[in-house]
């Protein structure tokens, strides 16, 4: 008995599993058959209709544009953690700097106050 229920539950499983599957398959086709219609729609102007070749030609601009987007995204990428490091480096840097400002800044005004003092003395 026990052996027939897992069975069955695995049954169930698989068949919503494929099921899920045609569905998001389908999904994909409607969307990729939208944005087909409205090429088209846009194109059917002033362009004459050559079937085998315009076939051959998407698919390379297709495989074009996905290279494209792969370097654009490569490139964005190293851009951004290149950015990020010099932001870190730049950072520290500043906080280095300001340390050592504020220190300066308050011996500079000492030996200000210091002078001050002396020439009054001196008066």
Same mark, same amino acid.
């Given at each position: 008995?026990?052996?027939?229920?897992?069975?069955?539950?695995?049954?169930?499983?698989?068949?919503?599993?494929?099921?899920?599957?045609?569905?998001?398959?389908?999904?994909?086709?409607?969307?990729? !058959? #939208? $944005?087909?219609?409205?090429? =088209?729609? +846009?194109?059917? /102007?002033?362009?004459?209709? *050559? &079937?085998?070749? @315009? %076939?051959?030609?998407?698919?390379?601009?297709?495989?074009?544009?996905?290279?494209? !987007? #792969? $370097?654009?995204?490569?490139? =964005?990428? +190293?851009?951004? /953690?290149?950015?990020?490091? *010099? &932001?870190?480096? @730049? %950072?520290?840097?500043?906080?280095?700097?300001?340390?050592?400002?504020?220190?300066? !800044?308050?011996?500079?005004?000492?030996?200000?106050? +210091?002078?001050? /003092?002396?020439?009054?003395? *001196?008066?």
């Amino acid at each position: 008995e026990k052996s027939d229920r897992r069975r069955r539950k695995q049954r169930r499983r698989r068949r919503k599993q494929r099921r899920r599957r045609r569905k998001q398959r389908r999904r994909r086709k409607q969307r990729r !058959r #939208r $944005k087909r219609r409205r090429r =088209r729609k +846009r194109r059917r /102007r002033k362009r004459r209709r *050559r &079937k085998r070749r @315009r %076939r051959k030609q998407r698919r390379r601009k297709q495989r074009r544009r996905k290279q494209r !987007r #792969r $370097k654009q995204r490569r490139k =964005r990428r +190293r851009r951004r /953690r290149k950015q990020r490091r *010099r &932001k870190r480096r @730049r %950072r520290i840097s500043k906080q280095r700097r300001r340390r050592k400002r504020r220190r300066r !800044r308050k011996r500079r005004r000492r030996r200000k106050q +210091r002078r001050r /003092r002396r020439r009054r003395k *001196r008066r």
